[in-house]
């Protein structure tokens, strides 16, 4: 029982992160406005709003490829460690909580899958 409540408790937040991310790297790649305008707000141009984009598209796809779901994770948690500082330096603090959010989220899935990762190995240890 408890190992299936694991189970589809991870596939719940796999699920919701990649929705979320497919959403937000479609919005940036489609060029929607909001979007524009905070990668101007970054200063950054919107060169970078582009590679966001592949970025949470490709992680929120690997969230569900056997064998890389701790890969799409990680690209996904890091992303939004950045976007979690963007938010605290230029954007502005009430705006960071849903990267606070989607971050832990991913960094949860990253865990769950960490023996994917040669660094740390079948062992689960560092």
Same mark, same amino acid.
């Given at each position: 029982?408890?190992? #299936? /409540?694991?189970?589809?408790?991870?596939?719940? &937040?796999?699920?919701? !992160?990649?929705? $979320? =991310?497919?959403? !937000?790297?479609?919005?940036?790649?489609?060029?929607?406005?909001?979007? @524009?305008?905070? =990668?101007?707000?970054?200063?950054?141009?919107?060169? =970078?709003?582009?590679?966001?984009?592949?970025? +949470?598209? $490709?992680?929120?796809?690997?969230? =569900?490829?056997?064998?890389?779901?701790?890969?799409?994770?990680?690209?996904?948690?890091?992303?939004? /460690?950045?976007? #979690? &500082?963007? *938010?605290?330096?230029?954007?502005?603090?009430?705006?960071? &909580? %849903?990267?606070?959010?989607?971050?832990?989220?991913? !960094? @949860?899935?990253?865990?769950? *899958?960490? +023996?994917?990762? %040669?660094?740390?190995?079948? #062992?689960? *240890?560092?």
């Amino acid at each position: 029982m408890r190992d #299936s /409540v694991r189970q589809y408790g991870l596939l719940a &937040l796999k699920i919701l !992160a990649g929705l $979320a =991310f497919l959403a !937000a790297g479609t919005a940036k790649l489609a060029g929607a406005g909001m979007m @524009v305008d905070t =990668f101007q707000a970054l200063g950054l141009g919107q060169w =970078f709003r582009y590679v966001t984009g592949v970025i +949470e598209i $490709a992680g929120a796809i690997l969230l =569900f490829v056997p064998g890389r779901q701790a890969y799409g994770g990680a690209i996904l948690t890091v992303t939004m /460690v950045g976007a #979690s &500082l963007a *938010h605290m330096v230029v954007l502005g603090a009430d705006t960071m &909580l %849903p990267a606070i959010l989607l971050g832990a989220i991913t !960094a @949860v899935v990253t865990w769950a *899958h960490r +023996e994917q990762l %040669p660094w740390i190995g079948a #062992s689960g *240890h560092a």
